[in-house]
């Protein structure tokens, strides 16, 4: 336990820090609320009406997502894999391909599809 106990000496004081600093900033900060601060945040440009529910997203942003989260699982098993390559040997080297392989299909398939494309 002696080892953990500067670990959790500093996340109570982290936590305590955060804790602090958000009710200090209730009680001391300003508070003058008018419409334009609890207006939505649109870049300069006047807030346009949204429909209920938010409106649709084209299909190409969570296209984009998953792309994003296979690549980035293929990353996280592959550098514990590059890591020991040495002490694996073949075997790593075969389900390396093995694995790498099907992740490429699917990036040749999304790519010709113009799953990639940004216009």
Do not use: H
């Amino acid at each position: 336990m002696e080892l953990y106990t500067p670990v959790l000496a500093l996340l109570v004081l982290a936590s305590g820090f955060a804790v602090v600093s958000v009710i200090l900033s209730m009680f001391t900060g300003p508070k003058r609320n008018n419409r334009a601060k609890l207006d939505s945040y649109e870049c300069g440009i006047e807030p346009t009406p949204q429909p209920v529910g938010g409106g649709r997203f084209p299909v190409r942003y969570y296209i984009t997502a998953m792309l994003f989260i296979v690549f980035d699982i293929e990353i996280v098993f592959l550098y514990p894999i590059a890591v020991a390559f040495d002490s694996m040997g073949t075997f790593a080297l075969i389900e390396m391909i093995l694995f790498i392989v099907p992740v490429f299909v699917a990036y040749t398939y999304v790519w010709r599809r113009g799953g990639l494309d940004w216009d």
